[in-house]
């Protein structure tokens, strides 16, 4: 079992940032591949950003590119997205999602992903 928790949420003015987190335990963080969904009221859950498991490639969605960032510290079990000039259409609550494949095949996929955390809100204001 992985048990993942989300942090970092917030209300946020558009073109502030917010750097979120998401903690891993239960497994061996290095052998996850990780990803992060968000879900906007009314909508199903998209896919924003992926990063494999040796930390060597990460995948983006079209709308967050070049203004999301996604990291991860093995050391320190985490997985971050840094999200920089933030707009009202980013509002959501995010979810962390860890995948225990080998490698990270569809990454964009929500299907891919075996466990997720609870999420955390990001609210951004005009």
């Known amino acids: 079992q992985v048990q993942l928790v989300e942090s970092g949420g917030g209300l946020v003015q558009a073109g502030g940032s917010l750097r979120l987190s998401c903690a891993a335990s239960g497994r061996t963080f290095s052998s996850l591949s990780m990803g992060w969904f968000r879900q906007a009221p009314g909508k199903e859950r998209e896919f924003v950003a992926a990063?494999?498991?040796?930390?060597?490639?990460?995948y983006y969605d079209d709308s967050v590119k070049g203004r999301f960032t996604i990291s991860r510290d093995n050391a320190e079990n985490t997985v971050y997205l840094q999200m920089n000039s933030l707009k009202p259409e980013d509002t959501a609550v995010y979810y962390c999602?860890?995948?225990?494949?080998?490698?990270?095949?569809?990454?964009?996929?929500?299907?891919?992903?075996?466990?997720w955390g609870q999420g955390t809100q990001v609210a951004v204001s005009t």
């Open positions: 990063i494999s498991r040796n930390n060597d490639i990460t």
């Open positions: 999602g860890a995948d225990t494949g080998v490698a990270l095949i569809r990454a964009r996929s929500i299907s891919t992903y075996d466990y």
